[in-house]
C-alpha cells in the first residue's frame, strides 16, 4: 500500500512538470500587456540623450509622469531594456526623483531624469518604466540604441550570495542526516 501511494506521489509530480512540454505557451511576439488600472500614470515628453554609445559612456531618459487619477499613486522610475543579441546589462548612476519609491500627487505631474551606463555591447530598446506599487509596470513608447565596445565586466559582492548559502546548507544537512537516519535504520 506505501509503495503504491509513493509511486503514485513520484507519478504525479512528474506528470506536473511534464505538463509544460505539452501544452504550447502562448506568446505575443514581445507585445507587452499594459495593465488596465484606476491608478493611471501616463508617460510623457520622453526624451533619450542618444542613440549610439559606447560602453561606459553615461545615457540620460528623461521626461513626465502625469497622474491622471484621483487619488495618489506610489511607484519607483527605472529604465526597461529589451535586446535579441545581448544580456540587458546596464548600471543605474542617478535618479531624480532620487526616492526609489516615491509618490505622484492626484492629477499632477512630476519630472523625471534616470542615467546608466551600459555595460555591455547591443542593439537595444529602451523604454522609461513607471512600476506602480501592487499593480505593476507602465512603459513609455521607448527608442532605440546602440552600444558599441567592448563590455564592462563588474565585480559582484558575495556578501549576499553568502547569507543565502547558509540556509541551503543547513537545510541540505537536516536532510542528508535525516536520510541517512532512515536508511541505516532499514537495516
Given at each position: 500500500m506505501r509503495t503504491r501511494f509513493l509511486t503514485m506521489l513520484a507519478f504525479g509530480i512528474l506528470s506536473?512538470?511534464?505538463?509544460d512540454l505539452v501544452i504550447p505557451?502562448?506568446?505575443?511576439?514581445d507585445v507587452q500587456l499594459q495593465p488596465y488600472t484606476d491608478n493611471m500614470i501616463v508617460i510623457e515628453n520622453?526624451?533619450?540623450?542618444?542613440?549610439?554609445?559606447?560602453?561606459?559612456?553615461?545615457?540620460?531618459?528623461?521626461?513626465?509622469?502625469?497622474?491622471?487619477?484621483?487619488?495618489?499613486?506610489?511607484?519607483?522610475?527605472?529604465?526597461?531594456?529589451?535586446?535579441?543579441?545581448?544580456?540587458?546589462?546596464?548600471?543605474?548612476?542617478a535618479r531624480d526623483p532620487p526616492d526609489v519609491v516615491f509618490e505622484i500627487p492626484k492629477n499632477s505631474a512630476v519630472k523625471?531624469?534616470?542615467?546608466?551606463?551600459a555595460l555591455e555591447p547591443g542593439t537595444y530598446h529602451i523604454h522609461t518604466?513607471?512600476?506602480?506599487?501592487?499593480v505593476g509596470p507602465i512603459l513609455?513608447?521607448?527608442?532605440?540604441?546602440?552600444?558599441?565596445?567592448?563590455?564592462?565586466?563588474?565585480h559582484i559582492p558575495f556578501t549576499g550570495i553568502t547569507y543565502q548559502l547558509i540556509?541551503?546548507?543547513?537545510?541540505?544537512?537536516?536532510?542528508?542526516?535525516?536520510?541517512?537516519?532512515?536508511?541505516?535504520?532499514?537495516k
Open positions: 506536473f512538470n511534464c505538463i505557451i502562448a506568446d505575443a511576439h520622453e526624451t533619450f540623450n542618444r542613440e549610439s554609445m559606447q560602453t561606459g559612456e553615461t545615457f540620460t531618459a528623461q521626461g513626465t509622469l502625469v497622474n491622471i487619477a484621483d487619488r495618489n499613486i506610489r511607484g519607483w522610475v527605472s529604465i526597461f531594456s529589451e535586446s535579441a543579441d545581448t544580456n540587458n546589462r546596464w548600471e543605474m548612476l523625471y531624469s534616470l542615467s546608466a551606463k518604466q513607471f512600476g506602480i506599487d501592487k513609455g513608447p521607448g527608442q532605440t540604441v546602440i552600444v558599441q565596445g567592448d563590455p564592462i565586466v563588474t540556509p541551503i546548507a543547513i537545510g541540505s544537512t537536516i536532510m542528508i542526516a535525516i536520510s541517512y537516519y532512515f536508511w541505516r535504520k532499514r
